[in-house]
Each structure stands twice: as C-alpha cells, then as structure tokens.
C-alpha cells in the first residue's frame, strides 16, 4: 500500500510493475464475511448480445472514487486469469482534494458462462481488505443483473480498527456506486442501439 496527496496516475505503468511482484494475501474463504449486492439493468436482455468491452477494462467504479490501471490495459490486449490490477482510491471521493492509497488486486478467474459472465479477483499483500471479490453480469428469468459478491475481512490493522466506522461504510459506498455506473452505462450503451 502505498499513500499519496498527489495523483499518481503518472506512475500507474511503475507501481503495476512493482504488484506484479506481489502475493496474493492468504486467506480462508470460510472465515471471510459474504456480501452480495446486486441491480436489475433495464431492457438489458438477452445477455449475449451486450457490449460489456468498459467492463472487461475494469471501468466499474466512477473516476471520483477509483483509478484502476489493470495489466492488461498496459499490455494491450485481453483480460485473463493471473493478471493485476493497480487501484487507486480517493479518501474523501473528490480526486482533486483528497488522499490517494494506492494498492493491488489479481485476477482469479474469468467468467465466461451461458447466463453469467464476469471476473474474480484477490487481494494483494499491502490491501486495505483481504479476500476475493466477484463482479458478475448474469441473466435470470429474462433479466439482467449486475452483481458484486465479496468475501472479506480488514486486511490490515488499521483498517481492523476503523472498520466499524470507516471502511465498513465506505465499501458499502463504493458498492452502490459501482452498482450504479455500470447500470449507467450499460443502459446508456442500450439506449445508442
């Protein structure tokens, strides 16, 4: 983890380097807390036929709140199991005027079912949380949905301690906002066909 008063985005490509090098954090699932968050994309269906390419470039969270710099954005091509993502996150979300924490994830598992489609990925050593998340487009009865489903715990003792006050709430924040751009745009991108 790294921390900054500056935007790093001038750096992404060196710290990317730098977590390739970087373990996931060890865990086990089963001790780990579940959440599952979810919203319903209007006229979505079928799910094959989405244009999801802003996805699969890891833009899920508003630029206010996250900067990903994903290894395969760096090396031009597709998303694949063992790649890493550089986040970088704005405390307070105004990138502007707040304190940027720089850290990593890696990608577990790509998605690729008939009704389901999406990625996994872990925390790295140095992350606020450790644990696995799923970002998820699945088709259910004729609707599409947008799901994000974690399994996390602190991942450090700072974030052990403000947990209950801070990162607590501001996951639960950061998921709703994700939850709503990608509704955004995906809706947006249906209603240019």
């Known amino acids: 983890m790294k921390i900054a008063f500056f935007n790093q985005r001038n750096r992404f490509k060196k710290y990317l380097d730098e977590l390739k090098q970087v373990p996931v954090m060890d865990y086990e699932r089963t001790a780990l807390i579940e959440k599952i968050t979810f919203i319903e994309i209007s006229g979505a269906s079928p799910l094959n036929q989405l244009n999801l390419q802003f996805f699969f470039d890891y833009r899920i969270f508003p630029e206010n709140i996250l900067s990903g710099y994903p290894q395969w954005r760096d090396e031009q091509r597709s998303i694949q199991a063992g790649d890493t993502i550089l986040q970088q996150v704005y405390l307070p979300p105004i990138p502007g005027f707040s304190q940027k924490v720089l850290f990593g994830v890696r990608i577990k598992e790509v998605i690729r079912e008939e009704n389901r489609i999406g990625f996994s990925y872990e925390t790295l050593k140095g992350h ?49 906002k994700a939850l709503k751009y990608v509704k955004q745009q995906l809706e947006t991108k249906l209603s240019d066909r």
């Not at 970002?135 to 947990?163: A, C, H, W």
Request: charged residues 20%; positive net charge.
């Open 128 to 176: 606020v949380e450790c644990g696995i998340s799923y970002f998820t487009i699945e088709e259910m009865d004729g609707k599409v949905f947008f799901k994000i489903q974690t399994f996390s715990k602190p991942g450090n003792f700072f974030t052990r301690m403000l947990g209950p006050v801070f990162s607590i709430p501001y996951q639960t924040f950061c998921t709703k």
